[in-house]
């Protein structure tokens, strides 16, 4: 029998606290490095106190402990679901599984060995390379009643490859490093150069993908970012590497070719219900108390909304488009379990979640999700309601209430009124 699985600490699986603080590093990695201009002096001042240097250092260490401590946990918790009865990684779990592998790990490895010195126990160099060969990284998710496994590979995002061109660019400003094409690209999965031999400045190449990774208007973001960044000044502004900076951001800094609006319609589907839901008449009840006096929406009772190109279709038991361009649009998912229950919030909150993504990429209309539970007379609320406010944080809300308390839906807010 497998012991239990002690999660981490609360702050650890949230991905907020990583993006934050890796915020915070960063901003602090670049104070503590500002008054050295040149990265070759810092090898000659080893030695010296460096004001505010060490406390960068040990608070990039830091994160870069928290970021191994939540991936070991939720690589744990990804394999014991293979053992039946074991929970599977909920969305907000995988979620934040590929953005600890494709943004977080790399970009704050990359900081730690910024802020190292050829003193320290681990060369700046040989942490980079171990990064490099462990690119990215691996889900394994048990899905099915027999769990089934299905691997997914998580390359590195533009962000990550981004980093890693500023680190390149001061870590080796004069001649730049270079290494085989056909090494670098066997690393992320893809076909090998042209010829064996070919040797690519690794700074320029990492700002390449980062370029090409990135989409749209994020890509003219970067692209214009990267024009004026300090950190890319080797790259902009060296005898050998301008003109090819220089191509790089006309080629990648040019506006997309405008896409067409997608087209998608919307029709009324018939209604099935869940399993273990009431009848049809007490859904029916509640969607008449939601729909009352909701002004400012154009009201699809049974949604199914469609699209051909490419093809995908959405449901929802109610959806409430905003007239108001500043608004949301709502998904809302009616729940009339026969008893209260919170073994199922995991996958309702999926579903929801998942619902409205999908929304989003066929209307690009921006959306959140509504999950209403009716419970019966007596039932409590609250376990239910804690539950699926922690699923859906960040994604849409949710309203457990009692059948004997229907009216009141009538006076809750649509979510995403105030914009």
């Known amino acids: 029998m497998m012991a239990r699985l002690k999660p981490p600490q609360g702050f650890l699986l949230e991905p907020n606290y990583f993006r934050l603080a890796y915020q915070l590093t960063a901003q602090r990695a670049n104070s503590a490095t500002r008054s050295s201009k040149e990265t070759s002096r810092r090898r000659e001042l080893a030695a010296l106190p460096r004001p505010g240097y060490e406390e ?83 889900i394994v998710n048990w899905t099915g009643l027999f769990r089934f496994s299905r691997v997914e590979v ?123 839901d009431a009848p049809p008449a007490v859904h029916r009840e509640v969607l008449r108390e939601l729909l009352a006096e909701r002004t400012g929406y154009e009201l699809h009772l049974d949604a199914l909304v469609t699209a051909q190109h490419p093809p995908q279709r959405v449901t929802a038991d109610v959806l409430l488009q905003a007239r108001d361009p500043a608004k949301r649009d709502v998904l809302v998912n009616v729940r009339v379990p026969v008893r209260a229950e919170t073994s199922t919030a995991g996958l309702t909150s999926d579903r929801a979640i998942g619902a409205t993504a999908r929304y989003e990429a066929m209307t690009a209309r921006k959306a959140l999700a509504w999950v209403v539970v009716v419970l019966p007379d007596g039932s409590d609320t609250l376990p239910l309601e804690e539950r699926l406010t922690t699923l859906l944080a960040g994604h849409g809300t949710d309203t457990v209430l009692e059948r004997s308390q229907l009216p009141a839906l009538r006076r809750i807010p649509t979510p995403g009124a105030t914009g």
């Open 154 to 276: 998580v390359p590195w995002s533009y962000r990550a490859y981004y980093n890693l061109a500023c680190f390149e660019a001061a870590r080796h400003p004069r001649h730049g490093r270079e290494a085989s094409r056909d090494a670098l690209l066997d690393q992320t999965g893809r076909s090998p150069g042209p010829a064996p031999d070919i040797k690519v400045h690794v700074a320029l190449w990492a700002l390449q993908q980062a370029f090409r990774l990135a989409h749209d208007r994020g890509r003219s973001e970067v692209v214009r970012w990267a024009k004026d960044d300090p950190s890319l000044s080797a790259l902009r502004d060296g005898k050998r590497t301008h003109v090819e900076f220089a191509m790089l951001v006309e080629r990648y800094g040019r506006p997309a070719p405008s896409q067409p609006a997608p087209t998608y319609h919307v029709e009324r589907r018939p209604v099935n219900g869940e399993p273990g």
């Open 56 to 138: 960068a250092r040990d608070e990039a260490l830091r994160l870069s402990r928290h970021v191994a401590v939540a991936l070991r946990y939720l690589d744990a918790l990804s394999q014991r679901s293979s053992v039946m009865f074991h929970r599977r990684p909920t969305l907000k779990e995988l979620r934040l599984q590929r953005f600890l592998l494709s943004t977080v790990r790399p970009s704050v490895e990359l900081i730690v060995a910024g802020l190292l010195l050829p003193g320290d126990t681990h060369d700046p160099d040989e942490r980079v390379s171990a990064l490099m060969r462990h690119r990215g990284g691996t």
